[in-house]
């Protein structure tokens, strides 16, 4: 008899999550569970349900797909979770996989390449879009300030780039922090720490040094 892969598809549009579940469900060993929301889906496995595998949204209200799957991961951590979306995940890329998610699944994705990254990933595999594994080695980025006889480096981590990125396109803290999933005090403490590596006390002079030293990208902002 062949083993049946249970999984849990957390999304708040009904069509998705029932459009999802009819085609997946055409393989013989998947089952699939779909609710709306996160709310439900931490009921679900309060109530001693288990799943092989999970898959959320990301952006859904009240309990967005980072933080349900940070909340899963506190008591269930090893649970393989990947991220159902249709939006551009890069600037979330390195918390996402801090919190524990497993893969990316864009939801343009031809039907047989979800089926596979389903069964790479119950196989214990990490699924990600190929445009993201150069991530994997990005930690500090360092740029050369100073003269040559005095030659000093200004060390910019991913996530004060992505910060820097958005102030440079006019957004307001508030705004950042919700793109990010951070809170707002979060925000503002990494602006303080960019501000001081970068010797500068506001958002434009920040922006000005950031574009000198190649920190963000022009193009953007045309």
Not at 22 to 45: M, N
Not at 92 to 102: K, M, P, Q, R, Y
Request: aromatic letters at 6%.
């Amino acid at each position: 008899m062949i083993p049946i892969a249970t999984i849990l598809l957390v999304d708040d549009h009904p069509s998705v999550g029932e459009g999802t579940k009819q085609r997946v469900e055409r393989e013989s060993d998947f089952q699939v569970t779909v609710v709306e929301s996160g709310t439900e889906a931490l009921q679900l496995l309060a109530q001693g349900q288990f799943f092989d595998l999970m898959l959320f949204d990301l952006n859904m209200p009240v309990i967005n797909g980072l933080e349900l799957t940070r909340r899963i991961m506190e008591t269930h951590p090893d649970s393989i979770i990947l991220i159902y979306t249709g939006f551009d995940i890069a600037p979330n890329f390195n918390i996402l996989i801090e919190a524990g998610v497993s893969g990316f699944v864009n939801k343009a994705t031809s039907w047989a390449r979800l089926i596979n990254i389903l069964r790479c990933a119950l196989q214990g595999e990490t699924v990600l879009p190929t445009m993201l594994v150069k991530e994997l080695r990005r930690t500090d980025i360092k740029v050369p300030v100073g003269s040559n006889d005095s030659l000093e480096h200004i060390s910019i981590n991913q996530r004060e780039q992505a910060i820097l990125q958005e102030i440079a396109q006019g957004k307001s803290n508030k705004e950042i922090a919700a793109m990010m999933f951070m809170s707002q005090r979060m925000i503002e403490y990494n602006l303080s720490k960019i501000f001081e590596k970068l010797n500068v006390s506001s958002r434009s002079e920040a922006i000005t040094e950031a574009k000198k030293h190649g920190l963000i990208q022009e193009t953007k902002f045309e």
